[in-house]
């Protein structure tokens, strides 16, 4: 069981991750570039800017 400076700790860490994949995925879509992902337990080749479109849908 972890105790709650360990739990803050943890959840820091992981908006941190996901702030720079964001990031980075921007970057890709300035560029023109794609992103493999995870779909459906498979590698998908997407386009960045399509998948920047698809995590502003979600973070709203």
């Known amino acids: 069981m972890m105790d709650e400076q360990t739990r803050k700790t943890a959840l820091q860490a992981e908006i941190s991750l996901k702030k720079a994949v964001h990031n980075e995925i921007r970057k890709k879509a300035m560029l023109g570039q794609y992103a493999i992902i995870d779909r459906n337990g498979r590698p998908a080749r997407v386009k960045a800017s399509e ?7 979600r973070s709203q």
């Open 51 to 57: 998948l920047v479109k698809e995590l502003d849908q």
